[in-house]
Nanobody
Framework: VQLRESGGGSVQAGGSLRLSCAAS????????MGWFRQAPGKEREGVAT???????IYTDSVKGRFTISRVNPKNTVLLQMNDLKPEDTAMYYC????????????????WGQGTQVTVSS
C-alpha cells in the first residue's frame, strides 16, 4: 500500500491550498481515510477524517475552513483548505485505515510521507 500526498506549499494568511492523496495497493472504497498534521515541537494532530460512507469529522480549529472529500474511482482523498492561518503551518499526512470508520491515529494502518504547508502572516 502506498499513499502519496501532493499540493502543499507556501501561502499567505487567508489563502487556500488543496491537498491530494493518491492511494494504491488497496481497495480504496473499503477504507476510512484521514488527514493529520504535525508542527515542529508539537504532537501529531488529527485534522479531518472521512468514512467509507462519506461521513466526515473535523477538529474544531479547522471547522468551516477545511473540507475533506474522497473520489473513490480515482483512489484519491482531498483536503481543501481555505482561509489558512499561520497556526495551520505543519507537515500534513494522509492516512488510511482498514475499517469503515477511523478516528484516532492508532486506528490508521497506512501513512504517507507528508507534504509541507507553510502559512505566513
Amino acid at each position: 500500500v502506498q499513499l502519496r500526498e501532493s499540493g502543499g506549499g507556501s501561502v499567505q494568511a487567508g489563502g487556500s491550498l488543496r491537498l491530494s492523496c493518491a492511494a494504491s495497493g488497496l481497495t480504496f472504497s473499503q477504507h476510512c481515510m484521514g488527514w493529520f498534521r504535525q508542527a515542529p515541537g508539537k504532537e501529531r494532530e488529527g485534522v479531518a477524517t472521512i468514512d467509507t460512507d462519506g461521513t466526515t469529522i473535523y477538529t474544531d480549529s479547522v471547522k468551516g475552513r477545511f473540507t475533506i472529500s474522497r473520489v473513490n474511482p480515482k483512489n484519491t482523498v482531498l483536503l481543501q483548505m481555505n482561509d489558512l492561518k499561520p497556526e495551520d503551518t505543519a507537515m500534513y499526512y494522509c492516512a488510511g485505515g482498514d475499517g469503515d470508520s477511523c478516528r484516532l491515529a492508532h486506528e490508521y494502518t497506512y501513512w504517507g510521507q507528508g507534504t509541507q504547508v507553510t502559512v505566513s502572516s
